[in-house]
């Protein structure tokens, strides 16, 4: 249940943003939005720690539980439900999808063609249909109901021409809607191709443009990349002796940093509107420090590990609001939750057979592993971090949008 509601919560930040903030303010609250999901993900990996304990004492302080007892997980489960049902009864009663006014032209003139577009693939679906049945009554109404040589005198033309016209009406009175709720089943059948076939068109619109087939594969490997590396990095560093607490400590101050590196490219992104640039940066300096992430994870290398980890955070986390701003930016007018949306659905998915591999990659190296640059883990990570950028590198998609409002704007000065 849960990942069937996780995609509505990270496709939203765009569509949220565009919907209710104007040109100098979405950039900031994307990057919010967005980074609420790595909150999420910090706070659910401390809380149950935190409140779930594996040995309960009795009153003198002896361990009176068996190995599969636990204290406080009936805790922990029902704080999780009251903090979901607050949540849900907020979004419920206060929540509403469109401001009522568009807070910014390019806003406005995505809906007014969203609108145009499911209007018109509408009426096309129920002209085809009502086409194809008048046609289709017709080709089988004009089929000869006897043979050519029957047609001898005007008597028996008059009675094929009865003949004719009684099957017309009977195959139309068969074939065409005869209640109002076959008509509105039609309605609706129509309104559903066109929704789906929106969609579809609007999919195959998007991998038609190169630039967002590069940014489809750079993030799709990147955030791949990146769960598979929180997921496993307690066995990463297991060989070279580092504890559970050390990886969540590491963990910690990836986020941490990340948190902080997000603030800066929100509030560059906002001012300047360097979309590309901080993508290339943010993407070929992740791709460095997980160089030197290699070449550190050794016994006794605590210090620098917290100091890479922090590297591979504030360049590597501050990519999501980044990276969702540039597929908005070069596929506009297409809406921001679909183009959005199936870059996390491909990291998502390319995330899940990564994972695994590293996983044997890690099996694989065994102790061994510990101080080897080339330990085969290693080379995975470095060889997806390459990758990446030089996808990133090659990527140069256009600021769709932003040219659009300006482009508004100047035809409002000029009108004034």
């Not at 330990?375 to 932003?402: D, E, H, M, W």
């Amino acid at each position: 249940m849960c990942a069937l509601g996780q995609p509505c919560f990270v496709n939203a930040p765009g569509l949220l943003a565009a919907n209710w903030f104007g040109a100098h303010e979405r950039d900031i609250a994307t990057t919010v939005a967005s980074l609420f999901a790595v909150i999420g993900n910090a706070v659910g990996q401390v809380m149950p720690p935190a409140m779930v304990d594996s040995e309960v004492t009795d009153d003198d302080g002896n361990v009176a539980n068996g190995d599969d007892d636990v204290n406080g997980m009936e805790d922990l489960l029902l704080f999780q439900a009251i903090l979901s049902l607050l949540c849900f009864l907020g979004v419920w009663v206060y929540f509403v999808s469109h401001p009522p006014t568009s807070p910014s032209s390019s806003t406005e003139e995505r809906d007014k063609i969203k609108e145009e577009v499911k209007e018109k693939e509408a009426e096309e679906e129920k002209a085809r249909e009502k086409g194809g049945e008048f046609v289709g009554v017709l080709d089988e109404a004009k089929k000869p109901l006897m043979p050519a040589s029957s047609f001898n005198d005007d008597a028996s033309l008059i009675t094929v021409d009865v003949t004719v016209t009684s099957e017309i009406n009977r195959r139309t009175a068969i074939q065409s809607p005869g209640s109002i709720e076959e008509e509105d089943e039609a309605a609706l059948r129509r309104e559903n191709n066109s929704k789906y076939g929106h969609l579809v068109s609007a999919g195959i619109e998007l991998f038609k443009d190169p630039n967002y087939r590069l940014l489809f594969l750079a993030f799709g490997l990147g955030l791949a990349l990146f769960n598979a590396l929180l997921t496993v990095v307690n066995n990463i560093l297991a060989p070279c002796g580092y504890s559970e607490d050390d990886a969540g400590g590491f963990a910690a101050a990836l986020i941490g940093a990340g948190l902080l590196g997000a603030a800066f490219a929100g509030y560059a992104m906002d001012t300047y509107h360097a979309y590309r640039p901080l993508l290339k940066a943010g993407f070929s300096c992740a791709a460095v420090t997980c160089f030197i992430l290699a070449s550190s994870i050794k016994e006794d290398n605590s210090t620098m590990l917290y100091v890479v980890f922090g590297m591979l955070g504030f360049f590597m986390i501050p990519m999501l609001p980044v990276m969702i701003e540039n597929s908005i930016e070069c596929s506009y007018p297409i809406s921001e939750e679909l183009s959005a949306g199936i870059l996390f659905c491909a990291g998502n998915v390319i995330g899940i057979p990564v994972t695994f591999l590293m996983q044997y990659l890690i099996d694989l190296g065994g102790d061994d592993a510990c101080g080897n640059f080339a330990s085969p883990v290693n080379i995975l990570i470095i060889t997806v971090a390459v990758f990446c950028s030089f996808f990133v590198l090659q990527y140069n998609g256009p600021y769709k949008r932003l040219i659009f409002e300006k482009k508004k704007l100047l035809e409002q000065e000029g009108a004034v």
